[in-house]
Nanobody
């Protein structure tokens, strides 16, 4: 199995910053693309940012210029630096990773349990 454990969420005032971390552990051969999603109450889960194993990145328009995704392949970890936070960024943030459990490289998607980010106005 592959486990993803997020940390770093919390309560912050508008304009503040947070850094989310997600570490993959368990039995796997390779980690592919990693990403952060978020889900606000009453809304669908949406992609915030993604990063390939080759460190190519993609961002939702709503976070471009404010959030930065990065990864440490040696640590099987992905990070999300969030600056200039807004109340509308309030959501549960989920880590996602594509992982292959053997050298056959059959990738499957895995989710973390989520971490709450609350931005007060």
């Amino acid at each position: 199995q592959v486990q993803l454990v997020e940390s770093g969420g919390g309560l912050v005032q508008a304009g503040g910053s947070l850094r989310l971390s997600c570490a993959a552990s368990g039995s796997f051969f390779s980690i592919g693309a990693m990403a952060w999603y978020r889900q606000a109450p009453g809304k669908q889960r949406e992609l915030v940012a993604s990063i390939t194993s080759g460190v190519s990145t993609n961002y939702a328009d709503s976070v471009k210029g404010r959030f930065t995704i990065s990864r440490d392949n040696a640590e099987n970890s992905v990070y999300l630096r969030m600056n200039s936070l807004k109340p509308e960024d309030t959501a549960v943030y989920y880590c996602h990773a594509d992982a292959a459990r053997t050298d056959r490289l059959a990738y499957a998607g895995y989710w973390g349990q989520g971490t709450q980010v609350t931005v007060s106005s």
